[in-house]
């Protein structure tokens, strides 16, 4: 094998016992926990926002951010449950670039899977202790939730993994609502299959143990656009499209029906600023279908405290060194015209 076996890495058990979860904590999540997962069984008409920076580099500016939306969701919070991006490790398309905090939790220095284990928790833990907010992290490595699995009330599939057994077969085991994303290439035949998957029991091998899931009723469908065969993107969030998933959600027999309309990625051709429009065409469209109404629970939204983008070395703080991401200033007036259109 090309493999060197650089060191033993802590089990998520002896990492969980060193940086642990506080009885007020894990009520605290506990209570979101119930929250969240009454506005995905239709028990609740809050709308749900899984919002923030496309990729946490840093944890001062991150945790910057969510003090910011802390203070929002006080003031909205008659309408809207925020569930803040902490997304600690990325997808890269050919395999190259940024891989998150997890990898490198100072991005620019070494890859250092131990330090990036340990800041990912720590910043989970910093968002949970002092604002009140369980997260919402990416789960590109199955076999690494269990590090964050006692601080997540929100988990995203990536359009990359969606189709993978590992992840599926995971989701399946998981309690908090999992997001299955549409995959690149735009077949939503995939993305209502790996629900299926997700909400049915399996046994499987996971982390050198035999394991078997009950399922996941939480499991759901978000739509983020695709690329079609000539590399053109192609968006999947307008009212037709809405309707076309009901339509297949109605024939499929699966619990919970919902999705989450990522406002981002393909649906924006990764134009940042496309995010207020498509939000509120989203909006509007609930508001137009009851059905839709009744299917869409909220939006995923990538925002930071700088408009933009910027690459790894030019430390302008609070702004994204990954996909370009949404304002403050924005962002906050964004929240704002919904909470007002709902």
């Not at 969606?162 to 299955?180: D, F, I, W, Y």
């Not at 109404?293 to 700088?306: A, H, R």
């Not at 790894?312 to 060194?321: A, C, F, L, R």
Request: with cysteine; proline share 5%; charged share 25%.
């Amino acid at each position: 094998m090309n493999l060197e076996f650089a060191r033993k890495l802590p089990i998520p058990k002896e990492v969980k016992q060193m940086y642990p979860v506080s009885d007020e904590m894990a009520a605290v999540k506990a209570e979101r926990d119930s929250e969240i997962a009454k506005v995905f069984r239709g028990e609740s008409d809050k709308f749900l926002l899984v919002i923030g920076p496309c990729s946490a580099d840093s944890k001062e500016p991150v945790l910057e951010y969510i003090g910011r939306l802390r203070t929002l969701q006080d003031k909205v919070g008659d309408k809207i449950l925020m569930i803040p991006r902490i997304y600690t490790n990325k997808p890269r398309t050919t395999g190259a670039g940024y891989k998150g905090m997890l990898h490198q939790p100072n991005p620019d220095a070494r890859p250092d899977m131990l330090k990036g284990i340990i800041s990912i928790r720590d910043l989970h833990l910093s968002a949970l202790r002092d604002y009140g907010f369980s997260c919402a992290d990416e789960m590109l490595y199955p076999e690494n939730h269990r590090y964050l699995s006692d601080l997540l009330s929100y988990v995203a599939v990536g359009a990359r993994s969606v189709e993978n057994q590992q992840h599926r077969l995971t989701a399946s085991g998981l309690n908090e609502p999992v997001g299955m994303k549409n995959p690149t290439g735009g077949d939503l035949s995939i993305m209502m299959n790996s629900i299926t998957a997700a909400q049915s029991g399996h046994t499987f091998l996971y982390r050198g143990w035999e394991v078997h899931s009950t399922g996941n009723p939480l499991a759901h469908a978000i739509l983020r656009g695709y690329v079609d065969y000539s590399g053109r993107n192609i968006s999947n969030y307008h009212y037709e499209d809405l309707v076309h998933v009901n339509e297949m959600y109605m024939s499929s027999g699966l619990k919970n029906p919902a999705v989450i309309v990522d406002t981002n990625h393909a649906n924006s051709s990764k134009n940042c600023f496309e995010q207020v429009r498509i939000a509120n065409d989203v909006v509007y469209s609930r508001n137009k279908n009851p059905d839709i109404k009744k299917l869409v629970k909220g939006l995923m939204i990538e925002s930071y405290l700088e408009d933009g983008s910027q690459k790894i070395g030019e430390h302008v703080y609070g702004k994204s060194i990954t996909d370009p991401c949404l304002g403050w200033e924005k962002t906050e007036a964004l929240i704002y015209e919904i909470a007002d259109r709902l």
